[in-house]
């Protein structure tokens, strides 16, 4: 019924206009609404007999009954609350509204859908009838001396509704409150069951008011039902009136409109398109005139009521006071609906926000993608640079994640709408992923990437930066480690941050952060502060792996060790390292093999980066000299930022310093694994714990290289570098080829990027390579609002159901019964790439699956569930399998193996099975005697007891018309008692036990009774 694709599609436009995503409601959204009756089944599938009756048939009628209008939506949306259907008739939407207001109220959601919709097929004209319901020359005059009549429309509205605290609380887009409503029935006090009466609309009313506990005369508009008839205008606003009369006497002060007169009457969605018209002039502010009014109608007598019509556009003007309208909607058959309402309170002013903005698109094809950033693009030619961090926080949490995604991060809007509209391959980062879980390693550096002011632009920016460097800071001065005071020259006593200063940019040299007592606890910091940024996000990593003093990073993360404590064997550690003769590091372009020629004398092999990348340390004069060797063999080297020669025997005086360190702590098993670069493997909790693992893991050289490819075994996992730079990202995307995805955290020494800037630009990366992020802790302490944006660019398809010739049972019978209006599409981009079915059986299940689910193409590996298969089609296409091949495959076996691949052994192994088998059950020897089974023991026991007794028996009569052919008929209940034994089946006592005897193939005696001679 096209009247579940409208009414889902305004579903899904209302909850996105409310900026939702259905799939991160976390609480109970209900569904409630109705449809008018479905004119395109019985003009189109009613009549095609094959179509019903094909396999899956029961599709066609989950698809047209008025019954899973509702439940249509909670399934497709994923909506838990309540899912009501609601069938009033003219009134069915805004009753719907109604008790959607009462679900929530009652707290049975805590979200609510509420609307109807109203299509009629075919869309035609209407013949007048003298006296009817509609109008003679297609105008609805509602109020108007000539009015004669309604006019018959299509359409279809949903409404998003909330109570309105927790609305406020989650800074909702918020359009008008409900003030209160109301529904009853008009009962016997009426003319006739189709006419309306004044007594049940009266009494409607003035329950809504009192509910809503305003003054009618601070209400400033109606919306009528105002169907535009000589009979229900005066009624309804006699009924108004009675109402009203009740607490104000003024006279034309409030405006009666109905817009039946702009779009007709919508039947069951009159009420929600009254409602909603209603909304739109609270927010303008602006009264609509009511069309075709030219003479009020003298009937109704509206100067002595507080009514008049509205003709023309009125700015709504008040006195200070809450603007109010209310709406009312009467349905054929009596039941009534009214509802108050008031308009949205005033949003708060715009928060203060991030300098620099996320901001993300998805869709479900290239081509809506497209279409979606163009209308984004549009909608930001409007916005105040205030609004757009709400734009933005309202793409992250309230759109669906889609495998066609985009990733901008701009300062304005204005750069923004630029961007998108230009398409611009500089910003817009864009991606093709179907996965949305993919989990994330953390790539924890060591020295050689630090640089001053690394990080300064997120400690300004983010507080849970700034706060976890704050508490590192606090943990390191009283262990005499002072970076401020070393960085500026000296520190104030007291200052707060200590490590403030020491991430700033002016002023200060490269020097300090060589110093190893400097560098290894700030970059400790910053990583830690990263890493507690990403989790904040949402980004937590499943593994870990740590180069050099990373791997002390990667303890820490995982719980080995606590920060403090980690904290100050990491500066302790550093200070006594400081002490030593100076050295040096030289990454070299050369595999291990080849770099173990150059080693000897005082230079050691420090890491095994890459397969070509190694890092050789020693004293700074042997590293000099290797380094103007190398350069002169055309393989120039690195130098890295260290003062020392790391992970070479030059650090063996400080091992008994970390030994003893290590032996004053705590250490526990890793809770999260993470690789060692002692062994290039996953750490063991011994290892982990054992303080002289860790002295090792300094004397030795790094094994990263190994450490990764183990790393990168699992291809879907995504490598976040955790601090300074992207050397170990790069790195890991060396060793791991392509596909991989492997991010930096921070800018490298070199790059002016704004740091807040990069790594919300990574963020945006990770959310375009599928994995998720947590929006709301990304807002953090924020207030944002969320607002409407342009929704989904919908692509439809047609699937339309010719009907079938009326009349004619033979045309009927001989079309066939896929013969459906339908446009083949593509192939869906799908993880798994297309690979063309093989051989007969894979061809011809592929016809089927591109016959069924509407694609031009399937691959043999590709999943019927991921190409949009459900267990509805399923049974449909196991029931076109067996129509093909002659075998049933169980519905099991789908789930089991649910790609053509999967299923086509199935076919063969079944056929080869079927073929052995006899096709008819086979029958017991006529010799064989079988005991009575517990019923049969009761029957046979009551017998004997009554020999004779017909209580048993089951008579049945059958008048037939027409000459009677006894022959055949006796032949035919022979042909049936031979089939089913139990009818030639008596019960014999055999040695004292009663057992079922099988009579066999034998005739059964039809006795007749001629009764043609009796008297009529």
Known sequence: DPQQRLFLECAWEALEGAGYDAARCTGPVGVFGGASANSYYFFHVYSRHELLNAPGGVQGFLGTDKDFLCTRVSYELGLCGPSVGVQTACSTSLVAVHLACQSLLNGECDMALAGGVSLKVPQVGYFHLPGGILAPDGHCRAFDAAAAGAVPGSGAGVVVLKRLEDALADGDPIRAVI????VNNDGALRVGFAAPGVEGQAAVIAEALALARVDPASIGCVEAHGSGTALGDPIEIAALTRAWRASTARKGFCAVGSVKTNIGHLDAAAGIAGLIKTVLALEHREI???????TPNPAIGFPETPFYVNTRLAPWETEGAPRRA???SFGLGGTNAHVVLEEAPEPEPAAPSRPWQLLLVAA???AALEAATDRLAGHLADVAEEKLPDVAWTLQAGRRVMPWRRALVVRDAEEARRALAGRDPAALLQAHEERTDRTVAFLLPGLGEQY???????????????AEIDRCAAVLRPLGVDLAAALEGGGEEGGGVDLKAMLGR?????????QTAVAQPALFAVEMALARLWREWGIVPRALLGYSLGEYVAACLAGVVSLEDALRVVALRAQAIEALPAGGMLAVPLPESATAGLLGGDLALAAVSGPELCVVAGPAAAVDALEVLLRERGTPGRRLATAHAFHTPLLEPVAGTLERLLAGVALRAPEIPFLSNLTGTWITAGEATDPRYWVRQMLSPVRFAAAAAELLRDPGRVLLEVGPGQSLSSLALQIGGDGRVALPSLRSAWERRPDQAFVLSTLGRLW??????????FRGAERRRRVALPTYPFERRRYWVEGGVEGDGAAHAARPATEVTTTLHARPGLATPYVAPVGEPERALAEIWQELLGLAAVGTH?????????????????ARITARFGVEIPLAALFEAPTIQGLAPLLTAAGTAAGSQETTLPRRPEADRAPLSFAQQRLWFIDRLEPGSTAYNLPAALRLTGPLDTALLAGGLTAIARRHETLGTTFELVQGEPLQVIAGDRDLALPVADLAALPP
């Open 452 to 466: 001053p002011g690394m990080a300064r632009g997120l400690y300004d920016s983010e507080p849970v930066f700034r």
């Open 768 to 777: 375009l390579a599928g994995v998720p992020v947590d929006w709301t802790g």
């Open 179 to 182: 003030r209160g409503s109301a």
């Open 326 to 328: 209310a709406v009312s």
């Open 862 to 878: 590709d999943s019927f569930f991921d190409l949009g298969g459900h267990s509805l089609l399923a049974t449909q296409l196991l």
């Open 288 to 294: 609509p005139p009511s069309l075709h009014c030219a």
């Open 364 to 366: 479900k094809t290239p």
């Open 506 to 514: 002016g002023g200060t040299a490269a020097g300090p952060l060589q």
